[in-house]
């Protein structure tokens, strides 16, 4: 017979306390994961590079990218122009709004590459040099913020807005900024400086 102790440890241990079921389902995934380790072939580089250039708020500039980056990791990781947010970098918040050839898009949804020769604005590139955009005035003006970690995508957001002449009533502000959120819901604001924006930018492109 075996001593008290070393039959205690055997019933104890996790492999007699587990359900039969169980383990036989852990058995069929460790030999799923050995065939599949098997049937991958070994790749050692699966990086792509490629040449491009950024035309970033006036400036050109020369980059090496992997091709899978997003233009939104292209201005904030390589070309450091941090005020434009990544949030959910899923294309639902609007955090990441910036302007492709003066059109808004969300760049976490376009590939760097997509942008190669391109214009870009971003939220940095609306001002002159002190002087503020028109919208941006308005949003302070107007205390469209909280946090303010939305503010530069609504702020890019809205430029586009007036320009898409979507400013007619409350109604279409409202329905034309609905892809940009606000945690902080500051959205009765952001509604006052969208339109105060608008006066301030008549006769402004």
Avoid at 86 to 98: D, I, Q
């Amino acid at each position: 017979m075996f001593p008290r102790t070393i039959v205690l440890n055997r019933l104890l241990s996790p492999s007699n306390l587990e359900d039969p079921l169980l383990q036989g389902q852990r058995a069929t995934r460790m030999r799923r994961m050995e065939a599949t380790e098997v049937a991958t072939p070994q790749t050692t580089d699966l990086t792509h590079v490629m040449e491009l250039t950024l035309n970033v708020n006036g400036s050109a500039h020369r980059c090496v990218l992997d091709t899978r980056t997003t233009l939104l990791d292209a201005l904030r990781e390589h070309l450091h122009l941090t005020g434009t947010k990544k949030g959910c970098n899923f294309g639902e918040c609007g955090a990441c709004t910036v302007h492709l050839d003066g059109q808004r898009v969300n760049a976490c949804m376009v590939l760097a590459a997509q942008a190669d020769g391109r214009e870009v604005t971003t939220i940095e590139g609306l001002s002159q040099g002190e002087t503020l955009h028109p919208m941006q005035q308005a949003f302070i003006d107007s205390d469209a913020f909280q946090c303010g970690f939305c503010t530069p995508g609504q702020v890019m957001s809205a430029v586009c807005c007036v320009r898409e002449g979507h400013t007619q009533s409350d109604a279409d502000i409202r329905e034309w900024m609905s892809g940009n959120l606000c945690r902080c819901s500051s959205y009765p604001q952001i509604v006052e400086a969208v339109k105060a924006g608008a006066s301030a930018m008549k006769g402004r492109r």
